[in-house]
């Protein structure tokens, strides 16, 4: 699951996806990252690849729809509803 980075220490970083925090360690990143960066996390809470906000974003969207979970992150405006004619 797509999740963004709010705290960085030395090998662990504090996460946050669906308002939701948790720690995950940094030691099987072969990149560098930052504050504000999104990470794809696995079971067991290891961070594996950092990946493109609009990615992340567009995840987490699919995977609120799945859920019915109308939360998404802070800085995404959500659609305006289309308008439906009927007959």
Same mark, same amino acid.
């Given at each position: 699951?797509?999740?963004?980075?709010?705290?960085?220490?030395?090998? +662990?970083?504090?996460?946050?996806?669906?308002?939701?925090?948790?720690?995950?360690? /940094?030691?099987?990143?072969?990149?560098?990252?930052?504050?504000?960066?999104?990470?794809?996390?696995?079971?067991?809470?290891?961070?594996?690849?950092?990946?493109?906000?609009?990615?992340?974003?567009?995840? /987490?969207?699919?995977?609120? +729809?799945?859920?019915?979970?109308?939360? /998404?992150?802070?800085?995404?405006?959500?659609?305006?509803?289309?308008?439906? +004619?009927?007959?």
């Amino acid at each position: 699951m797509p999740s963004k980075i709010v705290e960085l220490n030395e090998f +662990t970083a504090r996460v946050e996806a669906y308002g939701e925090h948790r720690e995950v360690s /940094l030691i099987l990143m072969n990149e560098p990252v930052e504050v504000g960066d999104y990470l794809l996390i696995q079971v067991g809470n290891f961070a594996v690849e950092k990946i493109p906000p609009e990615r992340a974003v567009e995840a /987490l969207e699919y995977m609120a +729809t799945l859920n019915n979970d109308s939360e /998404l992150p802070a800085h995404h405006e959500p659609e305006q509803p289309k308008q439906v +004619t009927t007959l």
